[in-house]
């Protein structure tokens, strides 16, 4: 998740996360860091075996790392629906009693061309590949992405 790497300009230490630049305290110079899904679904400590679990930290993740983007359905108290646009993806976990249904959609010009069922571990998997090529490409997505990070 963390670690250490060099300031390219002063060869000070950095501390370095799950965003794409990092900057030295020392010289304020930045470094490029990519963000690998590997490391978010890690930090990202999903319990696929627990439902309630796994809906409250995903919503929470996606709540703060994403904002608009994320969109959260409840019944009550339990959330049943989280929704995640990130162009041309859409990912969808729905609640079904006590399981979760992991779905992808694909957009074309704003339209879903088929929507695909996959399980729960693949779905994760093609999600925070997702987030991580959506923070690569984004200084605003990878300072969000960092939020995500959870003990």
């Not at 110079?29 to 075996?49: H, N, P, T, Y």
């Not at 992808?104 to 704003?110: P, Y």
Request: glycine content about 8%; some cysteine; hydrophobic content about 45%.
């Amino acid at each position: 998740m963390s670690g250490i790497t060099r300031c390219e300009s002063c060869g000070a230490p950095m501390q370095t996360t799950t965003v794409t630049a990092v900057g030295c305290v020392y010289c304020g110079a930045e470094v490029r860091v990519s963000v690998d899904s590997g490391q978010i679904a890690k930090g990202m400590a999903l319990d696929l075996a627990n439902a309630e679990a796994f809906m409250t930290k995903l919503s929470a993740a996606l709540t703060h790392g994403f904002g608009d983007r994320a969109k959260i359905q409840r019944e009550g108290s339990r959330i049943v629906l989280l929704e995640l646009h990130l162009d041309p993806d859409v990912f969808i976990a729905r609640r079904e009693y006590e399981t979760i249904i992991g779905q992808h959609k694909k957009l074309v010009r704003g339209i879903a061309l088929k929507t695909a069922t996959h399980p729960l571990d693949r779905w994760v998997e093609m999600l925070t590949t997702a987030i991580a090529v959506h923070a690569n490409s984004s200084a605003t997505a990878a300072q969000a992405l960092a939020q995500i990070r959870v003990q």
